[in-house]
């Protein structure tokens, strides 16, 4: 799975860039927290709740 794509997808592509430098691949996309999320950049709990719902859905 491409993780730009499916951030594309969801509407957040523009945390793709931070995904990539920070590694994030789909193995470690499915352990993700929402601390991680922030770590990661993203500051709003709409996007930080919207990823961990699609996560979760992934699993």
């Given at each position: 799975?491409?993780?730009?794509?499916?951030?594309?997808?969801?509407?957040?592509?523009?945390?793709e860039?931070?995904?990539?430098?920070?590694?994030?691949?789909?193995?470690?996309?499915?352990?993700?927290?929402?601390?991680?999320?922030?770590?990661?950049?993203?500051?709003?709990?709409?996007?930080?709740?919207?990823?961990?719902?699609?996560?979760?859905?992934?699993?």
């Amino acid at each position: 799975m491409d993780i730009g794509t499916w951030l594309c997808g969801l509407g957040l592509g523009q945390y793709e860039q931070a995904f990539r430098e920070n590694d994030i691949d789909a193995e470690v996309l499915m352990d993700l927290t929402a601390e991680d999320l922030i770590g990661l950049g993203v500051v709003s709990i709409g996007h930080r709740r919207k990823l961990l719902a699609a996560i979760a859905a992934l699993r």
